[in-house]
């Protein structure tokens, strides 16, 4: 079973579509979470981190359900620079290494 | 915004010869770590470094890599002698603290193309 896995997509939207995307992990001891977004051949961008409780960061929400071992993450208002490809992460313990998900790829269309 | 930076940003050898990457952290930041993609890939662990010393490393890291922090400011990932697997982006990060909840930033990476 992969450790992080997400659906890849890709997912075409309209302008200002709410999309959804799921992710799941497979070690129940995992720490933190985080969504990261990357550009085509670009770095690895913090999005937001992932809080037990669910977070909100403007149109981005993100969900947590450690007894499913599944993170989620909806954005509402879809913009066209919205498109990328949406990146799962696990931190697994103290040591800092990140495991990633393969990604979900976004595309919104005019 | 303080932000990670790597040199060179696309680096072509040829197989079997020597190279390092190069990576100048966040002023800060005490823990460092590289990460690699390959082409249509995810993102991969390849080692975490702090107090001078490797912290973890995964299974790729193995004796053809190696890192130093060789003065205050840089960050090196050297391979020995290049693969054509190689062929990857090589991604430094870095934090403040070890804790597993500081997200890692990330520099914009180097290409490694290995002929």
């Known amino acids: 079973r992969k450790e992080v896995e997400q659906d890849p997509g890709p997912f075409n939207v309209p302008e200002g579509a709410t999309v959804a995307f799921n992710c799941t992990y497979s070690n129940s001891a995992s720490q933190s979470f985080f969504w990261y977004r990357q550009d085509c051949r670009k770095e690895p961008k913090l999005l937001m981190s992932?809080?037990?409780s669910g977070n909100e960061d403007g149109r981005f929400t993100a969900q947590l359900n450690r007894a499913s071992q599944y993170i989620s993450l909806l954005i509402r208002d879809s913009k066209l620079s919205d498109s990328a490809t949406y990146l799962c992460?696990?931190?697994?313990?103290?040591?800092?290494?990140?495991?990633f998900g393969q990604g979900t790829t976004l595309q919104v269309k005019p | 915004e303080p932000e990670v930076t790597q040199t060179p940003s696309h680096q072509v050898t040829q197989m079997g010869q020597e190279v390092i990457l190069r990576c100048v952290p966040i002023s800060n930041h005490l823990y460092f770590y590289w990460y690699r993609q390959i082409l249509g890939q995810k993102v991969e662990f390849l080692v975490s470094?702090?107090?001078?010393?490797?912290?973890?490393k995964s299974e790729i890291f193995d004796d053809q890599f190696s890192v130093e922090r060789p003065d205050g400011s840089n960050f090196t990932l050297k391979i020995r002698s290049t693969k054509l697997e190689d062929s990857a982006m090589y991604f430094c990060?870095?934090?403040?603290?070890?804790?597993?909840?500081?997200?890692?930033?990330f520099g914009d990476g180097t290409r490694l193309s290995i002929l």
């Open positions: 992932v809080y037990s």
């Open positions: 470094f702090y107090n001078n010393e490797i912290s973890e």
């Open positions: 992460v696990v931190n697994e313990g103290n040591t800092g290494k990140l495991i």
């Open positions: 990060a870095s934090t403040y603290a070890g804790y597993s909840n500081q997200p890692q930033h």
